[in-house]
């Protein structure tokens, strides 16, 4: 038996909606309207590769963190969930520090063709190298009874508004983008992608870009986010 080194190839980049890390959600399936197309690579991007995926509505997505590889791993991590001044074990945990950078997801399969599938529902980054695509199995895959004490329920979800005009300005965007622009913005920023250890700033502007447009907000009162801003870059 041997301890490796084992290498592994993409099978796929993920092209994504989301261009930045900060506004990712934490899960999959937190915000609906996040979506991307796998693009295949050769020898995968050819039909016989999906056969049989159009009966199937979920994937599992196995990728890279690859915006997060370390050479030195971590035996605990500060999960922003647990507040980031908190650390537990990392294989207690899904942060993308962790051995051998690899991450899971499972995301809705819009629609397939030959070389590329259409997903949605994601967590991940635009250009994610993905490892390997494996249909969701509901008898096996969803656990009745299965807890996680750390990470019970979905994170709460905060109040977003829009500056006067900007709704407008995000429809505008949404419009040319031929994509549900105003709901990926009100369903990411409703998670508070601030890490929870920062002290609220009412002054203080946070952004990031979704597909080509730029997204500006902030806190004008503790718990809130007013949108300011949705222009392309
Ligand atoms: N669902 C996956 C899992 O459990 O393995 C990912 C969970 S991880 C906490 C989700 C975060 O990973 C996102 O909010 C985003 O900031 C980050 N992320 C997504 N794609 C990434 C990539 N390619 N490289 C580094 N970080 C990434």
Same mark, same amino acid.
């Given at each position: 038996m041997s301890g490796g080194p084992y290498s592994v190839s993409p099978v796929g980049i993920l092209h994504s909606c989301f261009k930045e890390k900060f506004a990712i959600p934490r899960q999959p399936q937190l915000a609906?309207?996040?979506?991307?197309?796998?693009?295949?690579? @050769?020898?995968?991007?050819?039909?016989?590769?999906?056969?049989g995926l159009e009966q199937v509505s979920h994937v599992w997505l196995l990728f890279l963190f690859h915006q997060t590889l370390e050479e030195k791993p971590r035996l605990k991590v500060r999960p922003p969930r647990l507040g980031g001044n908190?650390?537990?074990g990392v294989f207690a945990s899904r942060a993308t520090h962790r051995p051998n950078g690899i991450g899971q997801s499972?995301?809705?399969?819009?629609?397939?063709?030959?070389?590329?599938?259409?997903?949605?529902?994601?967590?991940?980054?635009?250009?994610?190298?993905?490892l390997?695509?494996?249909?969701?199995?509901?008898?096996?895959?969803?656990?009745?009874?299965?807890?996680?004490?750390?990470?019970?329920?979905?994170?709460?979800?905060?109040p977003v508004t829009w500056a006067a005009g900007v709704l407008q300005q995000a429809q505008e965007q949404a419009q040319r983008l031929g994509e549900p622009l105003v709901e990926l913005?009100?369903?990411?920023?409703?998670?508070?992608?601030? @890490?929870?250890?920062?002290?609220?700033?009412?002054?203080?502007?946070?952004?990031?870009?979704?597909w080509d447009v730029d997204v500006r907000w902030h806190y004008p009162v503790a718990g809130e986010i007013v949108v300011l801003e949705v222009l392309p870059g």
């Open positions: 609906p309207a996040a979506s991307g197309v796998l693009e295949l690579l @050769p020898p995968f991007n050819q039909g016989e590769a999906v056969q908190q650390s537990i499972v995301v809705k399969l819009d629609k397939v063709e030959p070389g590329r599938l259409w997903v949605s529902g994601i967590d991940l980054l635009d250009g994610t190298p993905i390997d695509i494996k249909p969701y199995v509901s008898y096996a895959d969803s656990i009745p009874g299965a807890y996680n004490a750390i990470a019970s329920l979905a994170p709460e979800l905060i913005i009100e369903q990411c920023l409703a998670q508070d992608p601030r @890490p929870a250890y920062q002290v609220p700033q009412p002054d203080r502007r946070y952004g990031t870009r979704f």
